[in-house]
């Protein structure tokens, strides 16, 4: 019997972290899935159990099926160590949780994942011909001992024709959190790279990511960068921006509340602001996210709805945006926008990227940055052409006055954004989901 030529092609978008529908992972697990389903024969994505939103037109949704030992285990870490710092690190570990048993918990968690991982293949019901790409859009390093356990336990059933993309978000320490020694993560890297059955690739949307990883592996790892995936939905809402009131400046700051995002700033950055720029009305709008469990995001939501209450003539106007908001919502907040501000203050946006930052400059909106962060390299490229898409704050004091000198030229910065979107665009023209596809070929030569 002659070997099919042109066997199934599946995509499995596998995030433990798709809890709901606010936040980055919902974001970049959905733009995948809209541009895969134009090249994989079948698309799914396992979200937690929680995560209930329906599935992009054409694209699957399924559970992640953990064992019971594990649903045990981890509804009483999260019980005992709830994470409700939105301001600490990736897998950070919690500074009462005891060096031996955050090793121990590592372990299980990979297993745990491992398992999973199997079980989301199990349930395809997939033919031997058929080829499976399994994409995981964060993998710190749980995700990445996960594999490697997968590998070890389910590789030889798993056959060759399956392949991991893991997209390292952050730096090698922030990726492996103090949690592993860096020898062993190293070495874990070396030993996933050259796995046969199933096959590992790694991937990154940033640069200075992938240079960090290649320094650890000497090279001898490929770290593939990969565009960030925007939703066809901001092409859209590009198209139809409402029309801007006037004698109005709306500077907004969206995205999910956190602290490492800078939530916890603007009890200062608001008020700092004049009520007026010349003859405009400042509006400043924020999203909220009223089910946050993190005591100091609730502390400031609340200042947030004081201050919405006064609305003095002489501080700017004040709109609390609910969130979680649907795409269309989303995309009308972002189009509405006159200025975006990230007051990013966590170490890790030095080389992590911005999904709502890409999002603003494909809607041709200037940012207001922190330097140091990725987006502010990414604004100086854009002045070392002689563009203008946005500023670089030193520090949360300065940000008013950036934002007067976007709003007194706001059609030049909107000029050279359509310029420089443009040039990004064709830089990034490539679908992710096309791009692990090449990668994947590439390394099988």
């Not at 799914?44 to 329906?54: K, L, Q, R, S």
């Not at 390292?168 to 592993?180: F, G, K, L, M, S």
Request: hydrophobic fraction near 40%; charge should be positive; proline fraction near 7%.
């Amino acid at each position: 019997m002659s070997a099919n030529p042109n066997p199934h092609t599946w995509l499995l978008i596998f995030d433990p972290t798709l809890r709901s529908s606010d936040g980055h992972s919902r974001n970049y697990d959905f733009a995948v899935a809209e541009t895969a389903r134009d090249i994989f024969d079948s698309v799914v994505i396992f979200a937690d159990a929680a995560f209930t939103e329906p599935p992009p037109p054409g694209v699957m949704l399924r559970v992640i099926a953990e064992s019971p030992l594990m649903n045990t285990l981890r509804a009483t870490v999260r019980r005992v160590l709830p994470r409700t710092n939105s301001a600490a690190l990736p897998n950070a570990p919690a500074g009462s949780f005891p060096g031996p048993l955050q090793r121990v918990w590592k372990g299980l968690r990979a297993r745990g994942l491992a398992y999973s991982l199997a079980r989301a293949l199990g349930e395809l019901g997939r033919a031997r011909t058929d080829w499976v790409h399994i994409f995981v859009q964060q993998a710190d390093l749980y995700e990445i001992a996960a594999v490697d356990a997968f590998r070890a336990r389910y590789g030889r059933s798993a056959g060759a024709r399956v392949t991991f993309h893991l997209l390292t978000r952050h730096d090698p320490e922030i990726t492996r959190a103090r949690q592993e020694d860096l020898t062993a993560f190293r070495a874990r890297l070396l030993r996933l790279s050259r796995a046969a059955s199933p096959r590992v690739r790694f991937h990154t949307d940033s640069t200075a990511v992938a240079d960090g990883f290649q320094a650890l592996t000497e090279h001898q790892v490929p770290w593939t960068v990969v565009p960030i995936p925007v939703s066809r939905k901001a092409s859209h809402a590009r198209l139809n921006k409402p029309k801007r009131p006037q004698n109005r400046v709306r500077i907004c700051m969206l995205g999910s509340p956190r602290m490492e995002r800078g939530f916890g700033t603007l009890q200062a950055l608001i008020p700092s602001f004049p009520g007026y720029f010349s003859d405009c009305r400042v509006c400043f709008a924020v999203q909220v996210d009223r089910r946050s469990v993190d005591p100091n995001v609730g502390h400031t939501i609340r200042w947030l709805d004081d201050y919405a209450r006064q609305n003095a003539p002489a501080t700017p106007e004040l709109e609390l945006l609910n969130g979680p908001a649907a795409d269309e919502i989303y995309f009308s907040w972002l189009g509405a926008t006159d200025i975006l501000v990230a007051p990013y203050t966590s170490i890790k946006y030095r080389q992590s990227t911005s999904g709502v930052f890409v999002e603003a400059l494909h809607l041709g909106i200037p940012s207001i940055v922190m330097q140091g962060t990725w987006a502010a390299r990414i604004v100086a490229s854009a002045t070392d052409r002689g563009l203008q898409i946005g500023e670089i704050a030193e520090t949360l004091n300065v940000i008013p006055q950036l934002a007067q000198q976007i709003w007194s030229a706001h059609s030049r910065y909107r000029a050279d954004l359509a310029i420089f979107g443009d040039h990004w665009k064709r830089e990034h023209r490539s679908d992710i989901a096309e791009l692990l596809l090449r990668a994947d070929k590439a390394a099988a030569r």
